[in-house]
């Protein structure tokens, strides 16, 4: 599936809109190059599709792309990452 992820820095957010659902990653600044990713979610009819690793990925890369550091308080998040080390 391919997904259009869109960042609102208003919002502190990035989303992915399927089927009139929101899907998203929230975020807040932690400092003036840090990003603390706070919560993902994703709807319950929309889990089990990679939706949230998507958005996951689209935000590390918007971050590493940006020279952000990430604080990964989301347990999600730090899910993500681990599978990328090991």
């Known amino acids: 599936m391919k997904l259009d992820i869109r960042h609102d820095p208003g919002e502190g957010r990035f989303i992915a809109t399927i089927g009139g659902e929101e ?7 932690a400092g003036a190059r840090t990003l603390d990713f706070t919560h993902t979610y994703v709807p319950e009819a929309l889990r089990h599709q990679k939706i949230g690793e998507a958005i996951v990925r689209h935000a590390l890369a ?20 681990g599978r990328d080390r090991g």
Do not use: R
């Open 62 to 81: 918007h971050a590493a792309a940006n020279g952000f550091e990430v604080l990964p308080t989301c347990p999600f998040v730090k899910w993500v990452l």
């Open 23 to 29: 899907a998203y990653l929230l975020y807040t600044e």
